[in-house]
């Protein structure tokens, strides 16, 4: 069964440029999560969604993140403009639908960004 | 409003010995889930144990075990006959069910020494 895929694995960019991060979940899973890692800290939830519905972006800065999942299957992660402190890892993962009993969330690779 | 404490930044062991890492939790659910992730310096987070609220028993998974008292909201995570190989970050993250929600603690790194 493939894992979680991410792309791009490592990105740099410039301060006030953009970003565009891809995620391709475990096929099947309805339930997906954006997560922030800054170096040296756990992850931060960015956004969930259950299918193509969000559920959670509490945490998500709307100013300049902003997420989608169009058809319920992959998403994309987008930052603009990016500012320095938006040097981290982002982790992807997924879950079955209807958490319960013996579900577990499955993580992507990660995609590191360096803002310079 | 759900909560993971890992008061132990870092910690250090000897090969083949045992350590034990801490964490609290808080959460007004009744059923959720509790887990210890592994995470290299690749950043790939690996699953290590799993442990569901409403069992008693204690999980465990080859050379790891966990302490879950439920009362106290504690699970740590003990690490028998470590090896070299279980350097890492360790987390340790909740799951509630009604919101499908995964929260993580800020992470202990374990250095294991030859």
């Known amino acids: 069964e493939a894992g979680v895929a991410q792309s791009p694995r490592y990105k740099i960019i410039e301060k006030r440029q953009s970003v565009a991060f891809w995620c391709n979940p475990i096929?099947?899973?309805?339930?997906l999560y954006w997560y922030q890692q800054i170096l040296g800290q756990g992850p931060k939830l960015l956004i969930q969604f259950q299918n193509n519905g969000v559920v959670d972006d509490s945490q998500l800065p709307k100013d300049r993140f902003s997420a989608e999942r169009l058809k319920g299957v992959d998403s994309t992660l987008k930052i603009q403009p990016a500012k320095l402190e938006d040097s981290a890892v982002y982790l992807c993962?997924?879950?079955?639908?209807?958490?319960?009993?013996?579900?577990?969330?499955?993580f992507g690779e990660g995609s590191w960004l360096t803002v310079v | 409003a759900q909560t993971v404490t890992q008061s132990q930044p870092e910690m250090s062991v000897q090969e083949a010995e045992t350590v034990t890492l801490s964490c609290t939790y808080d959460t007004s659910e009744n059923n959720y889930y509790l887990f210890w992730y592994k995470q290299p310096p690749s950043r790939q987070m690996i699953l290590v144990i799993r442990?569901?609220?409403?069992?008693?028993q204690n999980a465990t998974e080859n050379r790891f075990s966990v302490n879950f008292q439920k009362a106290a909201k504690s699970f740590s995570l003990k690490i028998s006959d470590s090896q070299l190989g279980d350097t890492a970050m360790y987390f340790c993250?909740?799951?509630?069910?009604?919101?499908?929600?995964?929260?993580f603690g800020a992470g202990t790194i374990l250095r294991v020494k030859s």
């Open positions: 442990q569901e609220a409403y069992k008693q």
């Open positions: 993250a909740s799951l509630t069910l009604y919101g499908n929600k995964l929260v």
């Open positions: 096929s099947g899973h309805a339930t």
């Open positions: 993962a997924s879950s079955p639908l209807g958490q319960g009993i013996g579900n577990t969330i499955y």
